[in-house]
């Protein structure tokens, strides 16, 4: 399993869990919620933010935000 900070763009990954119950309701009030494809976009310089499609549409996160998400490759 890794962290959403560290996809490369253009890969497709799943959301498997949170590390911080800080951002879970945020995170998941924008449609990243376990069990859900998201695909890196693009990634800012010094990688903040990071531009993600995930539920249909485009949205962006800041490194700290990408960085309490763990994923699995699909």
Do not use: W
Not at 3 to 26: A, C, P, Q, W, Y
Not at 29 to 35: K, N, R, S, W
Not at 37 to 50: W, Y
């Amino acid at each position: 399993m890794k962290r959403l900070s560290e996809i490369k763009v253009g890969k497709t990954v799943v959301i498997h869990s949170f590390n911080s119950e800080d951002i879970f309701l945020k995170l998941m009030e924008m449609g990243c919620v376990p069990g859900e494809s998201v695909t890196v976009d693009n990634i800012a310089p010094f990688k903040d933010p990071i531009c993600i499609t995930v539920a249909g549409y485009h949205l962006s996160l800041r490194l700290n935000e990408a960085d309490q998400i763990l994923v699995e490759e699909s």
